[in-house]
């Protein structure tokens, strides 16, 4: 048995661009609208893929939208449609419209009016038209109130990561200050065994090796004697330590010609032997160690320790 076919009204078109008329190329919507649609009812939809050629074409297929709910009667409105565009001006007779309709399974045939639309090219007048070059693109020139905000951005921007360096530095230097700091006997300890190996002994690395030694020994100097040792020359320097009680004059003598052949390895290129780089670390650890323990000793003997 086939389904019964139900008149269902008028089909509709309505225009995507708004135009009193219809161009070509201009975009259309076609379908029909259903008020008062039970829930859960099924529609199947013509397919109009047969339509579509050269002058009229499907841009959008069967789309179905709902245009009000009504809970209480459990009903609601809808909306089926295609888009078209014509390409060629003309008279065209859209197909009427089928929708199958499928109700608590029953199963009936909508039928909606087919309609005309018709489409017109944009009109020229021949008499006076007068074709012109095509226009490149019109450059308006850049305003203050264009480029404020950008430039307020930009500043902000710049501001907040100033801030968070100015933060960052800040806080690294809160935790080097709240972190002990080594005695400077251990930074010097720590800096010449980096000179253990006997690869600095290398002619191409003797300045390297003497370098570094004598670096350490200044710094350490500096810490724990108060004279300005990375400033001054080799003869400044020992002019300045030789009053230097807990400095021996074994350990004072050994330690000036250390820095001494420094020196002359340094800036006079001179290569040392063997023997005199094997007496630099010894001689530099050694220093350093009875240093520390003649101060050791000294506050130990000062009153009320």
Known sequence: MLPAIVPGGKSYIKQLQPRDSILIADQVEYGFELEGVKNGT??????FSIISGDTLTIVRNW????????????TKDIKASVILAPFEAGRYMLPQIFAQRTVDGKVDTLSFEALEMEVTAMPIDTATFVPHDIKGQIKYPVTFNEVLPWALGAIALAALVYLII????????????????????????????????NKYWAP??????????????????EARFGVDAPEMTTAELFDALKEEKDISPESYAALKELFERADFVKFAKMIASDA????????????????????LEREKEAPGQ
């Open 166 to 197: 100015m933060l960052a530095r800040k806080a690294r230097r809160s935790s080097e200050e709240a972190k002990p700091k080594d005695p400077p006997y251990v930074i010097a300890l720590r800096k010449l065994d980096r000179y253990r190996s």
């Open 204 to 221: 191409e690395k003797q300045k390297i090796f003497y370098s570094g030694i004598t670096d350490a020994l200044k710094e350490y100097m």
């Open 63 to 74: 789309q179905i939208d709902t245009l009000k709910n009504y809970k209480r009667s459990g």
């Open 276 to 295: 005199d780089n094997a007496t630099v670390l010894p001689l530099s650890v050694k220093f350093v160690t009875d240093t520390y323990q003649a101060e």
């Open 42 to 47: 099924l529609i199947a939809l013509p397919d």
